[in-house]
């Protein structure tokens, strides 16, 4: 994908964190050695809806953690984040279904997980005044230890094309040190471009640092990031 805005449409921006904004359309793997910040990173990519000058929607398929941990981790990491802009396909077995959070028994069950993400990203769409809907899958890591790495990136391909199709913005967690290599090189090729993240080389106050692969003006070097 080229870096033109899809239709036009304003690119995504975020906030305080070192990323330059991003066309919409677009789509980023966030994965690195240090697995953690990688994954709070991902969220807060998408929790920055709320800090955009226009309405945006954020839309998050949980596999490990359950809606209600991870809104209020959203909370946390944008002071502005309210739950009424958000939801959530939760596979961590929780059992709640309403008109924001959609559960999923197991992370194995891909095919509810894509039909439940449709149905919420449809109905975020719908109520936002020009639909503008950020999607983060966190994380791709536990989908791959109960799925065929093909269903999984067609999977990857399907959340893709969706956000391609309706101008918004994606973002896929992944713990590379899970798996073998194989497996991120296989989902890279369905995404934009990659965020990689690192523990800081010294004890400084930064939870991690960063540096972004696929885009243009983006940074190229390790940066340091803050999330709080």
Request: glycine letters at 10%; a negative charge.
């Amino acid at each position: 994908m080229s870096d033109t805005p899809a239709g036009g449409a304003a690119p995504y921006t975020f906030g305080d964190l070192p990323v330059e904004p991003i066309p919409a359309g677009s789509t980023v793997l966030v994965a690195g050695e240090q697995s953690t910040a990688a994954e709070e990173l991902a969220v807060a990519l998408v929790a920055s809806a709320a800090a955009a000058a226009q309405p945006e929607g954020a839309l998050f398929v949980s596999t490990d953690t359950g809606a209600e941990t991870l809104l209020t981790a959203c909370g946390r990491l944008q002071p502005t984040f309210s739950p009424e802009i958000a939801s959530v396909v939760d596979c961590s077995g929780a059992d709640r279904d309403d008109e924001e959070v959609a559960t999923v028994a197991a992370p194995s069950d891909l095919g509810g997980i894509t039909t439940r993400f449709a149905a919420l990203y449809e109905s975020l769409f719908d109520r936002l005044d020009d639909g503008r809907v950020r999607a983060g899958v966190v994380g791709l890591s536990s989908l791959a230890m109960h799925v065929e790495l093909r269903s999984l990136l067609r999977f990857t391909r399907t959340v893709a094309g969706r956000v391609d199709i309706a101008a918004g913005f994606g973002v896929f967690a992944l713990d590379p040190t899970a798996h073998h290599r194989q497996v991120g090189q296989t989902l890279g090729q369905a995404v934009d471009g990659r965020i990689e993240v690192r523990e800081p080389p010294d004890a400084s106050a930064a939870d991690g640092e960063l540096r972004v692969r696929g885009f243009r003006d983006q940074p190229r070097e390790w940066t340091a990031f803050s999330l709080e």
